[in-house]
Every structure is written in structure tokens, then in C-alpha cells.
């Protein structure tokens, strides 16, 4: 009976695996089902794009990426919207419901969280490729280039509303900290943070107002920027094509299969990455939220700790109002600074473009450090002038001083490479870039209990 | 132009637009309409945004009124020695008893970023796990980023009981003597 059982199983599987192989397939496949029952694909793709421009190591399939890791958080958000209940009594006991007597309660819940912090480091690497690219000329791609930075604060935005859904000590004071911040904007301040919390505190308002927003708000309209954003490509005619100088290299090829079957690999293969390393990486559960104790230290989630670090060396002010606004005024202005060149397509605009960059990146590797260190032992405005107000002796002073450290560092790079304006925006991009990371990696590896600087080893 | 847009009227005089308002004889009909749109536009878009106000604002609402005025007894005097602080966690205060003999029920919220300070009683400080501040036992700042003493909430002594009132956390920039009660 068995025998019989497995030679029936044995030729039907032939039998499949001759039909596929068979080259009336295969032909089927390449050519009726690919250019003509996937044509709807040609809303988000041309017919036919430049050979170089679909090369995988000039794009890396970021914004692909990107869009697949989308459509997963989608897919495991609704699935955890069957068992999360938003209650401060109940959010704590339904996720430990979801991890112990759920099948793969754990397992979605690992992807999603895992699905969110990789999203926050492709949209980041999406947005480089595209400025280290320059790709956000006006008029065709400047528009673009501002949909992505409201994506990427979506993303950031989204993140942070899911980090409170836990009701754990880690989403509690996270969220407590962070809503505290809108309370130094002048006047209003207050009164936001109020709105946000929907009382005095977290509560079960804020729970209810974040899961809102999580579930709701911030999917639907980064759906319809998401949108929006591919339109744009495609009416741009895709990405900005590289330069090249070899002949070989140039023309236009189909874009199904050469570009369709690049994505699905592209799309499989980080597919299989995220379950893969969802089993072995558990989403961090800490104990029930308890509002009369912080845990110490209390650390805000890595993509935000270069803020908390932040706030470390300057007034709350400067550090979560003026700061940040005036570097996404910076990003949101970029492609609007007077470039003499268009050099889309060009990683790093030319080649001094790319010393310009490293020697930035190289000093803020080394100023931010010293900075830190210095603040933390040596530098006390509080105390020399302990009669003028925090705003002065916090925020200014130590503003002033950087920005003159800032401008003599401007001054140098000027001066030795000569560079245009295309080459010295990159240069600071890249500072900035280079400094944000230093803040963090000091927030998340130098900074033990009592937020005390000291050696990773020594936590 | 050709083949696909055939179905579409195609214009006689070229050279004149026919929906040019500035040429067209009934101007004044055609744009007045268009104002009645625009304003209808309007009263849309305040409509919906009304319906939504009291939905988002609605969090004050829900919370339960608070009974005010109403002071809880919390400990005696003598459980607290001068210079140190009794924690009272549910009402996430500390009832501080300061060296000249007054007492204070200082609030447990860091005023830099609303965590909860905890007490050193080595230092004789409360420090803030989140960044650092530090504050002296009568709620003053010693360290920033806190930019203004910790909040307190009135207090008053009966019979040797501390009573607090817990509803109401009063602000303050500095700590002054005036803000103390003595047993």
C-alpha cells in the first residue's frame, strides 16, 4: 500500500517537473505570461530603461527593498491586530498571550519588530544612495526627494507610536521622555504635549492616540505618498541613470525580464534574511510599564538616541526643538542651493567630491568625540556663570562654540580643496552624517547607569 | 493627437480658446460660480475638520475628575529623620525632611524630560536615570540638562501627620524657604 503510495507521489512530481521543464513552458513563461500578462507592472516601470541604471551595485535595489519591507510590516501589523488589545490593562497581557499561546505569535511579532528597525536603516540608505547620487535636481526630481524625507518621518513617526503598543518599563518611558520634548517649544509646548499624551500623562489616552496613529493615520498616508513617490519615478523615466563612457555599456533593455526578475530575486532573497534571523532575534519584552520607577538607565530606541545624547551637552530647547529643526530645514532645502553642475549619476559628484566627504567625515569622527568628553569633564557653563539663565549658559554658549568649531572646519575644507557648491554640501552632508552616528554609538555603547560616560566593557 | 482623441470635440477656432473666461461673453456668470464653489469648498473642509475637534481633543474628557483639596495623610513626622526623604511611591512623590527642620513633598518627575529621579542616599542627591540631572534634597537643581527645581505639591501638618494634597503639583523655577512647613 505504502510502495504503491509513494510511486504514485513520485510520478506526479515527474510529471510536474517535466511540464516545467518542458521548453513550451519556459518560452510561455519568458514571453507570453512576462510581457503580456504583467504588463500592469509598466505603471511603476517604462518599457524599456538604460542597461547601466538597473545595475544591482549602483542602486543596491534600495527603494525596492524598502517597498518589500513595507508590505511585510503591513502584512504582520494586520495579524497582530487580531490579538493586541490597546488597553493599558490588557496591551501587556495580549502580547504575552500572543508570544505563549499563539502559534508563531512570537514569530510574526520578531518579524514586525524586526521589519521596523530594518526599515528605518533602508529608507536611511535609500536616501544616501539618492544624495550621494544627486539625485534630487529640480524640476524632475526635487519633488521626489521631499516625498521621500515625509516618508522617512513617517517611518521614524511610526516606529516610535509602535514602540509604545508593549505597554512595557522600555515603551513606557521611551514615549514619556519623548512627548516630554514637545513641552520646550515656546508657548504652545505645553499644551501639545497635553494633546499628544491626551491628559498630563501616558495613559491609556496615549495608547489609544498612538495605536490610532500606528494602525490608521500613518499607514494610509504613507500609502498614498508611497504612491505619489513611484509616479514620480516613473514620469522622471526611473532612477537617474550613471554616466558612463563605454559604448558597450549604453542602450536601453527590456525591462521584463532583465529589471522584473533582478526584483523578485532582490525581494527573495532579503525575504528569506528577515525569517531567517526573526527566529534566532526575539523582540525585547521588559517587565510590565510601572510609572513610579524608570529602569536605569532609561535609553530611548538606537535610531533616536543620537537625540538623547544629545541632550546630554545642550538646553532641552536647543537640543529637541532648534537642532532638528534647523537640519531637516537643511535637508528639506537641499536641492533648492544653487548648483553650478548637475552631476546626477555620479556618486559623490566628481572625484574631489569624494576627498571632500571623507576628510568631513574624518573630522567629525574625531571633533564629536572630543567634544563629548570634553563637555562631560571640562566644559561647565552652568558653573562659571551660575547667575545667567540655563537657555544662555546651556544653550547658547556651547551652540556658539560648535558652530565656531563648525565654521573653522568649513573654513580649512574651503580653503585647502577649493570646492563648488555641489562638492561642499556633500562634504557637510557628510559631517552631519558622521556626527549623528558618533552621538549614537555613544548613546547606545559609552553611556552605563546614571548615563555616566564610561568603556562598553565596564557596563 | 490622431487616432486616440478623435472621440474628443475638437476645437474650431484654434487659435481662441474656448474656455478662455477673460473672451468669453458670460465671464461674470461663470466665474461667480466658481467663487460659490470655492466657498462651498470651504465650509466642507471646516466642516470635517469640526467633526474631528472634539474626537481629538477628546482625552481630557475621559480621564475621571479628580476630587481637589482633598489632602491624604501619608506619614508621621517622626518616622522622617531631618535630611532624609520617605518615598511615596503611589503618589509618586517624596515627602523630603531638610536639615533646618522643614518638610517638603517634592514630585518624583524629573522636570528635564519627565522621568522618575531616584533617591542617593550616599550623595544626599536625586539623580534622573534618563540623562543625568541631579537634584538637592530640597528639589533645586544641582546638575542639568534640568532646567527648574522639581515640582512640589502642598503640604501641611496635623497632630504630627504629613498630609499632602496630591492633585495639584505646583511649579517652580528655584526652591526658596518659603515653600517648607515645619512640624
Redesign the interface.
Known sequence: MYFIHTICTYNTLKKICRFVAQEKTVLYFKTEFMQKKLTFLLHIHPKRVPRTSIRFTYTFGLGGITLLLILLQIFTGILLKFVYIPSPAKAYDSILFLQNQILFGQYVRNIHHLDGELLVVLALLHMLRVFFTEAFHPPIRSGNWILGLCMFLLIMFSNFTGYLMPWDQLSYWAVTVVTNMFSYIPLIGPHITVFIRGGADVTGNTLMNFFNFHTAIIPLTFIILMIFHFWKVRKAGGVAPPRTSQDHERGLVPVMPDLIVKEVAVGLIVLAFIFMLAIFLNAPLRERANPAFSPNPVKAPWYFIGIQEMLMHFHPFVGTILIPLFLLGFLFYLPWLHYPQNNAGIWFSSLKGRHTAIFSGIVAFILTPVLIVADEYLIHFNLWFPSLPSILSEGLFPVLLYGLLFYLYLFYLRRKYRPNVNETVQAVFAFFLVTYTVLSLTGLFFRGPGMILMWPWQI | MSKKMSHIKQNPHPEKDEYDLKETPDNSRRSFFRKIWGWIALAAGVELAGLSIPF?????K??TKKETGKFTAIAQVSDIPAGSVLPY??G?LYICHLKDGGFLAVS?KCT?????V?WDEKKKEF??????SMFSLNGEVVN??A?RALNIYPLKIEEGVIKVNLEHPIRRKHYNKSQETYA
Open positions: 481629538i481633543g477628546s482625552g481630557r475621559k480621564q511611591r503611589s509618586r518624583i528635564h524630560l519627565g522621568c522618575s531616584e539623580l534622573c536615570p534618563c540623562h543625568h542639568p540638562p532646567t
